[in-house]
């Protein structure tokens, strides 16, 4: 299985990193993950659905040639990763994840992180993974990476906490269903029906996270993600283009798809 997906960041460059890199930080705006933790000699333990796994982490940098840094850990298993930065400013975080649990989401997989500078400022974050799924379909891993990556846009270019942007999210989710309810006690099926489909088919707001903001596949023109922002306004992406032609992610060593996991 592949997942792509992308979003256009309004913060600096540093400000992203920080946000995804930090087991702390990315606890608390990733939905695929309850907890992430570092052990002692250098492990990292995640926990997925209550589904834990272990990994080992270890970190090395070079400012001569190519600046890396090396990562692993677990998504209910084990990861390992790396990070490198090029002379244009972008960064890219790679791993490999996997989980001998039967339960867990993913048996096995590999992807990447990436940080790209935009045109028009702002930071283009996008993940691309392969993995072998073990109980989750394809449709609801890529939803959970696409709502995360929009929750850490809003939090990071509005400074609504992500604790606060899921109780937001959790709210209007109930006033929907709560009208879809009450629809259904007054109204005959067909009009209830209508009501369902509005419910669903209404746009969230714009502080809402929404996983229809990010995009399922590379842009042909990398200003196409922030002109297309700029054209909706409040910071809103349309949803993800479908064309067929679409580029695929990239798959150079530097940026091994990233998982869906730690890293997106």
């Not at 791993?95 to 045109?119: K, N, T, V």
């Not at 992500?162 to 269903?177: D, I, Y």
Request: proline residues 9%.
């Amino acid at each position: 299985m592949r997942v792509y997906v992308e979003t256009l960041i309004k913060a600096d460059l540093e400000e992203v990193w920080q946000a995804t890199q930090d087991l702390a930080q990315h606890q608390r705006w990733d939905l695929r993950f309850g907890r992430i933790q570092a052990k002692p000699g250098g492990r990292l333990r995640y926990t997925t659905l209550g589904i834990s796994g272990t990994g080992l982490a270890t970190r090395s940098r070079r400012l001569t040639r190519s600046p890396t840094e090396s990562r692993t850990g677990s998504l209910s298993g084990s990861r390992t990763g790396s990070r490198s930065e090029s002379p244009s400013g972008s960064r890219t975080s790679a791993l490999r994840f996997g989980s001998a649990h039967p339960l867990s989401p993913i048996r096995s997989g590999s992807g990447y992180w990436r940080y790209l500078p935009a045109p028009g400022g702002g930071v283009r974050f996008l993940t691309g993974y392969r993995y072998r799924p073990n109980v989750l379909p394809a449709r609801l891993m890529w939803w959970a990476t696409a709502w995360s990556f929009d929750r850490l846009r809003l939090w990071l270019e509005t400074g609504r906490t992500p604790e606060r942007l899921l109780r937001q999210a959790l709210a209007e989710a109930a006033l929907r269903t709560a009208a879809v309810a009450l629809a259904a006690c007054a109204l005959p099926p067909l009009a209830v029906l209508a009501v369902a489909a509005l419910a669903l088919a209404v746009p969230p707001l714009p502080t809402t996270p929404a996983a229809r903001r990010c995009l399922r596949r590379p842009p042909r023109n990398p200003t196409d993600h922030h002109d297309s922002r700029a054209q909706h306004g409040n910071g809103a992406t349309p949803p993800c283009p479908r064309s067929s032609n679409a580029r695929s992610a990239p798959t150079s060593p530097a940026s091994t798809p990233s998982s869906s996991a730690a890293s997106g």
